[in-house]
């Protein structure tokens, strides 16, 4: 199980902000984080825990390892503001995805 | 540009069957993991099943296992997810997603723990 903390953070942009997710067990560095925008579909930001995915901005980093993880965001873009998602991989089911947590301005 | 397109989505009553397809483009299909994930109204992504490259691995949750079966064309770039037994529960936006290929180890092997190309979804309402 994953979880993720807060459920909502408010945040205005320039802020920096700092994401949770904790494992139930140890996931290794196996861990991502996904963005979603309203009406969208996620977008892969890490994976391995600290690795950005294609195209993701500087800003976006990933820490973390076994049961806690973070995802930082720097300084808040405007188009930041969003849903965020990670995902593990696990022994069962193999990918599972945490609840998630609202970025609001 | 890599792409996916899913299609087939609709209203369908309880007990009936759907059957989504999803289409690839930009790039090399049969070198993929390919996933199905979806999205039930206003909460959290449940991946649900995957299919090797090859299609000779393919893996449920226990939510769809025995209702749902994943399968693939990679003649024709195509995935798709043959839903039977469909339930209120099972209402929700799908999503097809490409397995990001990763290398790691010696000798090297991949791996594809993570979904980083998707879909827009195609959203499947049962009610009656």
């Known amino acids: 199980v994953l979880t993720q903390s807060p459920v909502t953070l408010s945040l205005s942009p320039g802020d920096r902000a700092t994401l949770s997710c904790r494992a139930s067990?140890?996931?290794?560095?196996?861990l991502g984080w996904y963005q979603q925008k309203p009406g969208q579909a996620p977008r892969l930001l890490i994976f391995?825990?600290?690795k950005r995915a294609a195209g993701v901005p500087a800003r976006f980093s990933g820490s973390g390892s076994g049961t806690d993880f973070t995802l930082t965001i720097s300084s808040l873009e405007p188009e930041d503001f969003a849903v965020y998602f990670c995902?593990?991989?696990?022994?069962?089911?193999?990918?599972?995805f945490g609840q998630g947590t609202k970025l609001e301005i | 540009q890599e792409q996916l397109v899913e299609s087939g989505g609709g209203l369908v009553k309880p007990g009936g069957s759907l059957r989504l397809s999803c289409a690839a483009s930009?790039?090399?299909?049969?070198?993929?993991?390919m996933s199905w994930i979806r999205q039930a109204p206003g909460k959290g992504l449940e991946w649900f099943s995957y299919i090797s490259g090859a299609a000779t691995t393919t893996y449920y949750a226990d939510s769809v296992k025995g209702r749902f079966t994943i399968s693939r064309d990679n003649a024709k770039n195509s995935l798709f997810l043959q839903m039977n037994s469909l339930g209120v529960e099972d209402t929700a936006v799908y999503y097809c997603?490409?397995?990001?290929?990763?290398?790691?180890?010696?000798?090297?092997?991949?791996?594809?723990?993570?979904?980083?190309?998707w879909g827009k979804g195609t959203t499947v309402t049962v009610s009656s």
């Open positions: 391995d825990a600290s």
């Open positions: 930009g790039f090399t299909f049969k070198d993929y993991y």
């Open positions: 995902q593990q991989r696990g022994d069962w089911p193999p990918y599972t």
């Open positions: 997603a490409r397995n990001l290929r990763l290398m790691a180890g010696n000798p090297p092997y991949y791996y594809f723990y993570y979904m980083d190309v």
């Open positions: 067990q140890s996931v290794g560095d196996y």
